[in-house]
């Protein structure tokens, strides 16, 4: 696909229920054999990690290098508040805004996905770009980049070309960052090897392995899991 990222089709392997009771006894059929088991693993935040990369930005760097919330950092930037006050509808809130924001979230569309005026959702807006200055300056930059050479290009070198990005269209404007984030990080994605743990199935920034039990007990008592 033109991410990078894997797809999955008959049958779809990437989307089975979780959460029904329909979809727990679908997922119940999937076992690992005698001596293993299925480890799930997903990257942390990677997303807003590679745009810290990306972009340069001081704050987020910082917040990443000291181990810090994120989320939370931005909630007490948007809501005016301590850190140590930020309540947890105002961390969700946050979280949607960090993500948001580096796919080219305006004010209307957080305004209707959170249910808050577009005037409050668009100071929401500004005041995260108050604290990470560079990540404004890293989607105009890569904004008109693709206007001008009519395709946008991931950190391995993969092209996205954007038909029509010359005019005067959000969603085109959107899709150039869209395409560049997503690429971005499956690119720079590390999957299980052929020792050890064997890759059943990628899930966008997650993968699916079977795993010896050996090795997560290994694993779980801090010893070494390859020899």
Do not use: C
Not at 53 to 75: E, G, N, Q
């Amino acid at each position: 696909v033109t991410t990078g990222r894997l797809s999955s089709s008959n049958p779809n392997l990437q989307n089975i229920p979780a959460t029904s009771d329909h979809g727990i006894k679908i997922r119940s059929a999937f076992v690992a054999p005698r001596r293993s088991v299925l480890l799930s693993a997903d990257y942390s935040q990677v997303e807003l990690r590679v745009l810290a990369h990306l972009t340069k930005d001081k704050a987020l760097i910082d917040a990443y290098k000291h181990d810090k919330d994120v989320h939370a950092l931005t909630a007490s930037q948007i809501f005016d508040v301590a850190l140590d006050k930020v309540s947890h509808h105002q961390r969700q809130l946050a979280k949607r805004v960090n993500f948001g924001i580096m796919y080219g979230l305006t004010a209307y569309g957080l305004s209707k996905d959170v249910g808050i005026k577009v005037s409050q959702a668009k100071e929401y807006i500004e005041k995260y770009f108050q604290r990470y200055k560079s990540v404004k300056k890293w989607l105009e930059k890569t904004v008109e980049r693709a206007k001008k050479d009519g395709f946008v290009e991931t950190l391995m070198g993969r092209k996205r070309y954007i038909p029509g990005i010359k005019e005067k269209n959000r969603t085109l404007f959107e899709a150039a960052v869209r395409i560049f984030l997503p690429g971005a990080t499956t690119s720079g994605s590390t999957y299980p090897s052929e020792v050890g743990p064997r890759l059943l199935k990628s899930v966008i920034l997650s993968s699916l392995s079977e795993a010896p039990t050996v090795i997560i007990k290994r694993a779980d008592a801090g010893e070494p899991t390859v020899e």
